[in-house]
């Protein structure tokens, strides 16, 4: 364990931009949601018709939570955002073992960290310190964010340790999956993975007896009931499966070559075949991977979204206060209910859409987009095709948002035309979507080093913007700057070309942007 003292230092100056973006985004997301809560639901008359309009929907429970937790405010809270804010602290576990582990073998920095006075085992016990810290810190910013918003303290505590406890579980699977995998693609892989079968799961136990909800992290951290029984011993599991797990990744990590991993990849061909012999192709080939996942999680999504369009109406009978939330009021309840989660739906996919674009940077800075770039591609040609499938792409994953949402509605009330009709709908959106990922082609231009830092802030300016611009009284001017707000939102407002098509000329001039910019600039720098 020699030098890891050092090793954690250096990588909290690593972290110090990426990892209090990761904690304020969760800190954010329940303050606003604890806020809304509170004010939603003053009275137990309130809590008592939530829970008996939420009881007996499936597609809620099993979205959200138990029943259970219905019983007081505090617990409404957790019932609607600890599953979703557990799998955003995942997310960070899981991108801050990967980049300090695998990561870093993948592009020789590990190598030149070795050859100094480091012990073998000091860089991966300097991230999963790294890992408790940051953990630590979500427990104390989530304990001060709903404690501070006038939850009890005693369920607040719980509430933050709970998460925090998740997340350093999939900490420690991440340090296995380091182990494991040899590329930093298949560890990720394999923990996102994991953390999809833990909302899954917990999903189906939650929706049945609740036994499957025992096999899943999130599900341990939903059985404390905060707020409501404030049980402490579900915690001692993740706690100690986290422990296991983190003992057997240095085990593992004494068994195999640095750079290599235990599970060894399959080799490929020879000689690429003629459906791999253009940049659009690899391209596609690089990031058909991860399309899927999107797609797929993005139809669940949607169809959940359907699954309870139809007692809209008997929730806002008896959640009047919802109304103010839903585009429209309470005109059309339906068509209001749809046009919110088509924009929550085109936020997300947005996030896609960044991703996609951003993979072309990842390609530079990793060094294998220079052999490329010295055969007769052309920088333009090979930009165009990360650019390409992402826009694509887009296309496929909000249109399969909408086919989720659209089918799962129309078989609730027995028209199948709703099918294309949120199809349509969802594709109104790709415009916003595209100009999203235009910032990123901008920024990987003019600012490769940013790109992803100046990409990300206008996904998460523009959830700001749409989700929260009216409750927090944005001005207008501000509202004006996000592409969505530009996009009428169908199908309480009528669909118009001229917005759509302007939105859409202007990711085309930042895109073009983009490619000016790359131009003009240094591959790798």
Same mark, same amino acid.
């Given at each position: 364990?020699?030098?890891?003292?050092?090793?954690?230092?250096?990588?909290?100056?690593?972290?110090?931009?990426?990892?209090?973006?990761?904690?304020?985004?969760?800190?954010?997301?329940?303050?606003?949601?604890?806020?809304?809560?509170? *004010?939603?639901?003053?009275?137990?008359?309130?809590?008592? *018709?939530?829970?008996?309009?939420?009881?007996?929907?499936?597609?809620?429970?099993?979205?959200?939570?138990?029943?259970?937790?219905?019983?007081?405010?505090?617990?409404?809270?957790?019932?609607?955002?600890?599953?979703?804010?557990?799998?955003?602290?995942?997310?960070? *576990?899981?991108?801050?073992?990967?980049?300090?582990?695998?990561?870093?073998?993948?592009?020789?920095?590990?190598?030149?960290?070795?050859? &100094?006075?480091?012990?073998?085992?000091?860089?991966?016990?300097?991230?999963?310190?790294?890992?408790?810290?940051?953990?630590?810190?979500?427990?104390?910013?989530?304990?001060?964010?709903?404690?501070?918003?006038?939850?009890?303290?005693?369920?607040?505590?719980?509430?933050?340790?709970? =998460?925090?406890?998740?997340?350093?579980?999939?900490?420690?699977?991440?340090?296995?999956?380091?182990?494991?995998?040899?590329?930093?693609?298949?560890?990720?892989?394999?923990?996102?993975?994991?953390?999809?079968?833990?909302?899954?799961?917990?999903?189906?136990?939650?929706?049945?007896?609740?036994?499957?909800?025992?096999?899943?992290?999130?599900?341990?951290?939903?059985?404390?009931?905060?707020?409501?029984?404030?049980?402490?011993?579900?915690?001692?599991?993740?706690?100690?499966?986290?422990?296991?797990?983190?003992?057997?990744?240095?085990?593992?990590?004494?068994?195999?070559?640095?750079?290599?991993?235990?599970?060894?990849?399959?080799?490929?061909?020879?000689?690429?075949?003629?459906?791999?012999?253009?940049?659009? &192709?690899?391209?596609?080939?690089?990031?058909?991977?991860?399309?899927?996942?999107?797609?797929?999680?993005?139809?669940?999504?949607?169809?959940?979204?359907?699954?309870?369009?139809?007692?809209?109406?008997? %929730?806002?009978?008896?959640?009047?206060?919802?109304?103010?939330?839903?585009?429209?009021?309470?005109?059309?309840?339906?068509?209001?209910?749809?046009?919110?989660?088509?924009?929550?739906?085109?936020?997300?996919?947005?996030? %896609?859409?960044?991703?996609?674009?951003?993979?072309?940077?990842?390609?530079?800075?990793?060094?294998?987009?220079?052999?490329?770039?010295?055969?007769?591609?052309?920088?333009?040609?090979?930009?165009?095709?990360?650019?390409?499938?992402?826009?694509?792409?887009?296309?496929? =994953?909000?249109?399969?948002?909408?086919?989720?949402?659209?089918?799962? %509605?129309?078989?609730?009330?027995?028209?199948?035309?709703?099918? !294309?009709?949120?199809?349509?709908?969802?594709?109104?959106?790709?415009?916003?979507?595209?100009?999203?990922?235009?910032?990123?082609?901008?920024?990987?231009?003019?600012?490769?080093? &940013?790109?992803?830092?100046?990409?990300?802030?206008?996904?998460?300016?523009?959830?700001?913007?749409?989700?929260?611009?009216?409750?927090?009284?944005? !001005?207008?001017?501000?509202?004006?700057?996000?592409?969505?707000?530009?996009?009428?939102?169908?199908?309480?407002?009528?669909?118009?070309?001229?917005?759509?098509?302007?939105?859409?000329?202007?990711?085309?001039?930042?895109?073009?942007?983009?490619?000016?910019?790359?131009?003009?600039?240094?591959?790798?720098?």
């Amino acid at each position: 364990m020699t030098g890891s003292g050092r090793l954690l230092r250096f990588m909290l100056r690593r972290e110090r931009i990426a990892l209090p973006v990761w904690l304020l985004g969760a800190a954010l997301l329940v303050l606003v949601q604890s806020t809304q809560s509170q *004010n939603l639901y003053e009275t137990p008359e309130d809590l008592a *018709n939530l829970r008996r309009t939420l009881g007996g929907n499936t597609a809620v429970i099993a979205m959200s939570g138990p029943v259970r937790l219905l019983e007081t405010i505090g617990g409404e809270v957790a019932f609607e955002i600890l599953a979703f804010v557990s799998i955003l602290v995942a997310l960070m *576990n899981m991108f801050l073992v990967g980049r300090h582990t695998r990561a870093d073998e993948e592009s020789g920095r590990a190598e030149l960290v070795r050859s &100094a006075s480091v012990g073998r085992g000091a860089p991966l016990a300097a991230i999963l310190g790294l890992a408790l810290l940051a953990n630590l810190a979500v427990a104390v910013l989530l304990f001060a964010v709903t404690a501070g918003t006038g939850l009890p303290v005693r369920g607040s505590f719980l509430f933050g340790a709970a =998460v925090a406890l998740v997340g350093l579980f999939f900490a420690a699977l991440t340090a296995v999956a380091a182990q494991v995998f040899e590329s930093v693609r298949a560890a990720y892989g394999a923990v996102a993975l994991a953390i999809g079968a833990a909302f899954v799961l917990r999903a189906a136990g939650d929706a049945g007896d609740g036994t499957a909800s025992w096999a899943s992290p999130i599900g341990w951290a939903q059985r404390t009931f905060p707020y409501v029984d404030n049980r402490w011993w579900p915690l001692l599991i993740p706690t100690a499966v986290a422990g296991g797990l983190a003992v057997a990744a240095m085990a593992l990590l004494a068994r195999r070559d640095i750079g290599a991993g235990l599970v060894r990849p399959r080799p490929g061909r020879a000689h690429a075949t003629a459906s791999l012999r253009s940049p659009l &192709a690899l391209a596609w080939r690089l990031q058909r991977g991860a399309l899927v996942g999107w797609t797929v999680g993005l139809f669940l999504l949607g169809a959940a979204y359907g699954s309870i369009g139809d007692s809209i109406e008997q %929730y806002v009978a008896d959640n009047p206060e919802v109304a103010e939330f839903l585009p429209g009021g309470a005109a059309d309840l339906v068509d209001a209910f749809q046009a919110l989660t088509m924009v929550t739906l085109a936020l997300i996919a947005s996030g %896609y859409a960044v991703s996609a674009a951003l993979r072309a940077r990842s390609e530079e800075t990793s060094g294998r987009a220079e052999p490329l770039l010295a055969t007769a591609t052309s920088r333009r040609a090979w930009l165009s095709s990360h650019l390409s499938v992402a826009a694509g792409g887009s296309a496929l =994953v909000l249109a399969a948002a909408g086919a989720g949402e659209g089918l799962a %509605y129309g078989l609730t009330i027995c028209d199948l035309g709703q099918l !294309p009709r949120l199809v349509g709908v969802a594709l109104a959106y790709l415009p916003a979507v595209l100009a999203i990922a235009a910032v990123a082609a901008l920024g990987i231009g003019w600012l490769p080093r &940013a790109a992803a830092v100046v990409a990300w802030t206008a996904v998460a300016y523009c959830a700001v913007i749409a989700l929260f611009g009216d409750s927090f009284d944005l !001005p207008a001017w501000v509202q004006r700057g996000s592409p969505f707000a530009h996009t009428p939102q169908a199908p309480v407002e009528t669909l118009t070309a001229l917005p759509i098509v302007a939105v859409a000329a202007v990711a085309a001039a930042l895109a073009l942007g983009g490619y000016v910019g790359l131009r003009r600039r240094d591959v790798g720098y």
